[in-house]
């Protein structure tokens, strides 16, 4: 798990916020593809909480929230986020309370009741991290290989969503980026549905090799969804 620096700011910190900052979508209003994002990761992980961090120079700002309602950023210092973009794995920690991150102030976790946290980072085509897609418990919780690799693919998916909400905006395209979204929302409650029903059995969709795959085939579709949409235009 912990293959983290000596210190929570990197020394690509400059380079990594421009590329942040060239998404322009920190600080932006709600939008529902990203809410139906966190929606989902609850839902196949049974967790209650699921995030969409942007790490900014001080503050992470929260794009969609799930479980956590009011919560729009928090400072750098105090945000596991901010650990999880420093590494292209999966951080967690199964019990907070046992064993917090070393670089993050543990109390503003452990004051809100948080035991687990599973974040990954959101990396974009320069290899630069802008922030995680993250599920988080109240209960101290084991995470397994199978559901490292789900969150990764999800993080993937979140990444190139803000790749494709870029490159519509910056060409003047607000009505396709709506006809993106919606597209993308039907394939998420696609998701939701198959989610809702296999943890209704199991508890998690990580139970079994025939979930996993079940799931993965239908993320795959919204991969190749995406990936038409981006190589319909120039970056």
């Not at 000596?6 to 593809?33: F, G, K, M, S, W």
């Not at 945000?79 to 999966?90: E, G, I, P, Y």
């Amino acid at each position: 798990m912990d293959a983290l620096p000596d210190q929570l700011i990197p020394a690509n910190d400059a380079h990594r916020l421009r590329t942040l900052h060239q998404y322009r979508i920190l600080n932006t209003t709600p939008e529902p593809v990203f809410d139906e994002y966190v929606a989902l990761a609850a839902q196949l992980f049974n967790l209650p909480i699921s995030l969409i961090s942007l790490v900014d120079e001080e503050q992470v700002f929260f794009k969609a929230n799930t479980g956590l309602p009011g919560l729009e950023r928090v400072d750098r210092a105090d945000s596991l986020c901010s650990a999880a973009v420093l590494q292209d794995k999966v951080l967690s920690f199964e019990d907070l309370s046992a064993n917090s991150c070393r670089l993050i102030n543990p109390y503003t976790a452990q004051s809100a009741g948080l035991r687990f946290y599973a974040g990954a980072a959101l990396r974009m085509p320069n290899g630069d991290n802008i922030g995680s897609l993250c599920v988080i418990g109240r209960e101290p919780r084991a995470i397994t290989a199978g559901e490292e690799a789900l969150l990764t693919t999800l993080a993937d998916l979140v990444s190139r969503t803000i790749q494709l909400r870029r490159q519509l905006l910056d060409h003047g395209l607000p009505e396709r980026w709506e006809a993106a979204q919606t597209e993308l929302q039907e394939g998420l409650h696609d998701n939701s549905a198959l989610a809702r029903y296999l943890t209704s059995r199991t508890g998690t969709v990580s139970a079994s090799e025939a979930d996993r795959q079940a799931v993965g085939q239908r993320l795959q579709a919204l991969h190749r969804l995406l990936d038409g949409y981006l190589t319909e235009m120039p970056a």
